[in-house]
């Protein structure tokens, strides 16, 4: 059996991906449960992992499928006890078909560099995206490593022009550059953090980002 800290993240994590198709953040994760560290978090998934509820995505960031769901008992309409709980089975993945997608160059995920250029296609497993339009962008830098996000990584992005607090995103700052961060309100101000300690978050006014996308997926090419 669950506990009830282990359900409650269970059942966040899959109506995150019935949303959005992407896996919360461990700070999303974290405020959602009222924790307070990600240790907790991570000892929550691990558990869940262990007992066959999720599993984590080979070569994606912060990337979870849910497995199964655990069964609510409840008394039928005689009055009979409960039963046993069975266990759902979670949806199967999509078939392995290849898609292409732009590859828009080269993202900073430490300081700002130009981005969103180049014409070169990328080929993606279809099961790596979710719903709407995606592009590709490969990864310069160190500074979303805790988020899983190396140097050389390709981060599958999905077009949109408006984000939510804690999600990775690809902003553009004063039309110019764009970087990869998690998205941030601060006051008056958007704040873009690194997941990287030896890096500052970056702070803007509003009107000087734009939202060109958010992270879906990643590839690593070894």
Known sequence: ????????????????????????????????????????????????????????????????EVMKLPETRAADASGAAPSSPQMRPALP???????????HGRIAAGTPIEALQGTESFSVPAALLGPGEHYALEVSGDSMVDEGILD?????????????????????????????????????????????????????RPDQVAIQGKLAGLVRRY
């Open 1 to 64: 059996m669950l506990t009830a800290k282990q359900r409650e993240l269970l059942m966040f994590i899959r109506g995150r991906l019935d949303e959005s198709g992407i896996s919360p953040s461990f700070d999303e994760m974290r405020e959602a449960l009222d924790l307070k560290s990600k240790s907790g978090v991570h000892r929550l998934i691990s558990a869940l992992e262990e007992r066959g509820f999720i599993r984590r995505l080979p070569n994606r960031a912060r990337a979870l």
């Open 93 to 103: 993945s999509a078939a392995n078909d290849t898609l292409e997608i732009p590859l």
């Open 152 to 204: 050389g990584d390709f981060a599958l992005i999905r077009k949109v022009d408006t984000a939510r607090e804690g999600e990775i995103v690809v902003a553009l700052i004063n039309n110019e550059e764009a970087t990869l961060k998690t998205f941030r309100r601060e006051g008056n101000m958007v704040r873009l953090d690194p997941a990287n300690r030896n890096y500052e978050p970056q702070r803007y």
